[in-house]
């Protein structure tokens, strides 16, 4: 991976291509520059006009901000809207009524496409059937489904009659899941009997069973099973429906549920540094305006576009760029069930091919496994494909590093396609940093610059604005309509996490490191400052995976370090002490199996280290405090240059250095 230093120094700029920069939604620099400034001398001004021109509002709003809580700021709050009326009947009204909202795909190949009119007729049907189980406005609903376009319905449905939904990724484990629904205080748990990825059936069903066999889930009343595959599963009766059975005879149409601005559209769980994962919980109309605006600033959305957004709705891409965004804007969008890798690595190329896809967005770790499956195998390289219906590339979820961007750029947008690299977070609710299309020069490596009406710096700790040049701290120095609103149930640790009283209290604290270029003021991220990790995009806490680690009972203590890693941008290492003598040897690495398929079943396999070393001990002050920055040294295999005359036992370094 690039370091820092090697970042700051690319100077190589690419321009939008010239048919881009005619047709682009904001067309060159004048015109960005002209809307930033705009948002910077009238900020609430410049949102209202967004929000009027773009959301349909129930009841028009006639309070654009309210700071009188800062940092619980509320956007529009005596609006009256409802999402899925946005997404859905909007477009029935619009004339997109036959229009294509979806074309699936299934693991195995097969598409079905599913109009606006049908995809709304669906929702309505899945929403009557939720309210025929008592679910109202206010209720948690917790969806765990595969990708799917039943997924998509539920959390739709959700919306329709204003419960707030929490979508757990499928790849969480039992106790993950548990956790979720007893924080949310679900009702329901919507989910599938299996999914279907790289072949493979895995279950998600058996998955809720353990969940709500663990206790505890005591606000839950049904658990209601799209059947994906007809796998054999087991029923709890009056708890378990299918969801066929609960849509059966239920009207195609459903009156929206008319909800306030600020009403909980989601809870969205991810990690920070400490304690649990938390529950970012977004708004309604903030949030929505944000997920299109950002359909038609970053991916310049027009009605001929094939979307496809290649997340799962597990994730908050997903919800911004699958679920809400592109039906909000009314475009047709891809939904894929499966793998990148499957039944081979030319898969991704294969369907902008055979669908004519023109956006396309990825994670670099897909980009950066690619290009090995390519190079190993130049059959399902992507210039075996005919990819020319692309007009526009995208990246998320994790720093794309100069020559991954560089192939992309080539390979697949055949270097007539601008690549947003956006930057953004779970809390952020859509993009902050990114080019624009037709607008912004780029440079690989980069994510340029924010977009109108955000309010980005880098700042030091004490939050006040450094230099071009030099590496500080991301920041928003003023609130935005999609912004988180509180973490669920937990609103003191909402204020010291994102709005610390050193930066005043205010300032949202992005939890990135960010620096700008001496000429150009392009930001660069240089990774978090907190103890969250990113392996292949998935944000995961040091202190989750070294809490599941202890919670073994042979394991005395644990560290938890991220490694660069050249496919997964980082990956997971462990250094662990047992209750027992050191092992070493084969015993060394059967306990390890044994650690990293516990890690698998207490958080998911998303979590597993990919490599554990056992120590005596580990590297601590004489006050106890375990040295994470002399860990990071040895796990990447770098000599400590550091003083370490402060250690209480500088000899277990020699001893972890050698460890495998
Ligand atoms: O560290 C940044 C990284 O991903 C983190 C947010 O992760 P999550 O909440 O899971 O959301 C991912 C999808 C938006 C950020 O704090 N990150 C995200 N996008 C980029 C990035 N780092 C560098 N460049 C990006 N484009």
């Known amino acids: 991976m690039s370091d820092i230093e090697t970042l700051k120094q690319e100077s190589r700029i690419f321009n939008p291509p010239e048919s881009f920069v005619k047709n682009a939604a904001i067309s060159g620099m004048e015109q960005y520059k002209a ?122 449905a959700c919306a329709r009659i204003g419960a707030t939904h929490s979508v757990v990724f499928g790849g969480f484990s039992a106790k993950s899941l548990q956790e979720r629904i007893i924080d949310a205080g679900a009702v329901a748990v919507i989910t599938a009997d299996e999914q279907v990825r790289g072949g493979k059936h895995l279950p998600l069903k058996a998955i809720v069973d353990e969940a709500i066999g663990m206790g505890g889930c005591d606000t839950l009343r049904n658990v209601v099973v799209y059947k994906r595959t007809g796998g054999n599963i087991n029923f709890v009766s009056g708890r378990d429906l299918w969801l066929h059975d609960v849509i059966a005879n239920q009207a195609a149409t459903c009156e929206p549920e008319w909800v306030e601005a600020e009403h909980p559209l989601f809870i969205l769980y991810t990690s920070g540094s400490t304690g649990k994962p938390k529950g970012v919980q977004h708004s309604s109309g903030g949030y929505l305006l944000w997920a299109m605006l950002t359909m038609k600033w970053t991916f310049d959305i027009k009605p001929t576009d094939v979307f496809w957004c290649t997340a799962d709705i597990g994730w908050v891409t997903g919800h911004t760029y699958i679920a809400y965004g592109p039906l909000a804007v009314g475009a ?43 190079e190993a195998d130049p059959a399902i390289h992507p210039n075996k494909y005919d990819l020319s219906s692309l007009r526009l590339l995208g990246s998320v979820g994790e720093p794309i590093n100069p020559e991954a961007w560089m192939w992309y750029y080539k390979n697949v947008g055949r270097e007539n396609c601008p690549i947003a690299d956006t930057f953004w977070q779970t809390e952020t609710g859509g993009h902050m940093i990114t080019p624009l299309p037709g607008a912004t020069p780029m440079v690989p490596g980069s994510c340029t610059l924010p977009l109108p009406g955000i309010m980005t710096a880098v700042v030091d700790e004490t939050g006040h604005d450094l230099p071009w040049g030099q590496g500080g701290i991301l920041v928003v120095k003023r609130p935005w309509p999609a912004m988180i609103r509180t973490i669920w149930g937990d609103a003191d640790r909402f204020r010291k996490s994102y709005f610390p009283e050193e930066l005043g209290g205010k300032t949202y604290l992005a939890g990135d490191g960010a620096v700008r270029n001496e000429k150009t003021g392009y930001f660069t991220i240089t990774g978090r400052i907190d103890d969250v990790l990113n392996v292949s995009g998935h944000r995961m806490g040091t202190m ?70 056992f120590g005596d001990n580990l590297p601590k002050t004489r006050s106890g405090k375990i040295m994470r920055r002399l860990l990071r040294v040895i796990a990447k295999g770098e000599q400590i240059t550091q003083d370490v005359s402060t250690l209480e036992n500088p000899a277990i370094l020699e001893q972890l250095k050698l460890a495998q």
């Open 544 to 613: 989750e995976i070294e809490s599941a680690l202890v919670a073994n009972p042979i394991v005395a203590e644990a560290a938890v370090v991220g490694k660069p890693d050249e496919t997964t941008g980082e990956s997971i290492c462990a250094f662990v002490v047992l209750k027992r003598a050191r092992p070493t040897g084969d015993e060394a690495k059967q306990i390890a199996k044994e650690l990293r398929d516990w890690v698998a079943k207490e958080i998911g396999p998303i979590a597993k280290p990919k490599e554990i070393r």
């Open 332 to 374: 047709t969008q891809i939904v894929f069930e499966g793998v990148p890798t499957f039944p081979n690595a030319g898969r991704f190329w294969d369907m902008i091919q055979k669908h004519k896809t023109t956006i396309f967005y990825t994670a670099p770790t897909a980009i950066r496994s690619l290009i090995k499956a390519a």
């Open 35 to 156: 809307m930033c400034a705009a948002a910077e001398s009238d900020y609430e001004g410049f949102w209202a006009q967004l929000a009027r021109e773009n959301v349909q509002w129930h009841k028009p709003f006639t309070k654009t901000l309210n700071e009188s809580e800062a940092p619980f700021y509320k956007w529009f709050e005596d609006g009256q809207l409802n999402v899925s009326y946005n997404c859905l009947d909007r477009n029935l009204q619009n004339g997109n009524a036959g229009k294509t909202a979806i074309i699936f795909e299934s693991d195995d190949g097969k598409v079905t496409k599913v109009t606006y009119q049908e995809l709304h007729d669906k929702v309505c049907q899945f929403a009557n059937g939720l309210k025929s189980l008592g679910i109202k406005k206010g209720d948690r609903v917790v969806i765990y489904m595969p990708m799917s376009v039943e997924g998509v319905a539920a959390m739709q």
